[in-house]
T-cell receptor, first 113, second 115 residues
Framework: DQQVKQNSPSLSVQEGRISILNCDYT??????FLWYKKYPAEGPTFLIS?????DKNEDGRFTVFLNKSAKHLSLHIVPSQPGDSAVYFC????????????FGSGTKLNVKP | DTGVSQNPRHKITKRGQNVTFRCDPI?????LYWYRQTLGQGPEFLTY????????KSRLLSDRFSAERPKGSFSTLEIQRTEQGDSAMYLC?????????????FGPGTRLTVT
């Protein structure tokens, strides 16, 4: 069963605008969430994280929001740049990431110049 | 470069052959994870180690798969009698083990093609 879902396989955004990538999960035991960026032929690169004790975490142009009651998280990229074009995966774990992460199927972001 | 490294980057093998992949984690990390990724999907957990102890194995890891981390440093993943369905990207990740929340850092992966 898919415990982490990314329902949008792709997203296209104009350079300079906001990109919003969404992720839903089903397991209420998840307490740590990560976003990864992946370029073709490379491994996923860690982008930003959030624990369940927070509802927002910012790092430069990247902000992750967590809505525990809705079991939903989102990644905002502002402003979007062409170099942000990649596949973005959300991942969730119970027990603070001490064991395995469950990944969504990814959203391919295309930022148009 | 002190990131996670994996070798080989690509492996093409014929059905029925055995293959072995190697992962070298970030040196101060004592947790090491193997994932498998197929086209259009996110990484799927296979197994993980804390030091040399293998703590969990996914049901995806059939008896043809075996992973080791003999000295708590590098790890190997072996697939015996490969099948075409084993074709995938095999990813290794590592993380720290002290208290707190920990992200996992991934290597570049080994792409396996079984013909």
């Amino acid at each position: 069963d898919q415990q982490v879902k990314q329902n949008s396989p792709s997203l296209s955004v104009q350079e300079g605008r906001i990109s919003i990538l969404n992720c839903d999960y089903t397991n209420s035991m998840f307490d740590y969430f990560l976003w990864y960026k992946k370029y073709p032929a490379e491994g996923p690169t860690f982008l930003i994280s959030i624990s369940s004790i927070k509802d927002k975490n910012e790092d430069g142009r990247f902000t992750v929001f967590l809505n525990k009651s809705a079991k939903h998280l989102s990644l905002h990229i502002v402003p979007s740049q062409p170099g942000d074009s990649a596949v973005y995966f959300c991942a969730a774990s119970a027990n603070g990431g001490f064991n395995k992460f469950y990944f969504g199927s990814g959203t391919k972001l295309n930022v148009k110049p | 470069d002190t990131g996670v490294s994996q070798n080989p980057r690509h492996k093409i093998t014929k059905r029925g052959q055995n293959v072995t992949f190697r992962c070298d984690p970030i040196s101060e990390h004592n947790r090491l994870y193997w994932y498998r990724q197929t086209l259009g999907q996110g990484p799927e957990f296979l197994t993980y180690f804390q030091n040399e102890a293998q703590l969990e194995k996914s049901r995806l890891l059939s008896d043809r798969f075996s992973a080791e981390r003999p000295k708590g440093s590098f790890s190997t993943l072996e697939i015996q009698r490969t099948e075409q369905g084993d074709s995938a990207m095999y990813l290794c990740a590592s993380s720290a083990n002290d208290r707190g929340f920990h992200e996992q850092y991934f290597g570049p992966g080994t792409r396996l093609t079984v013909t």
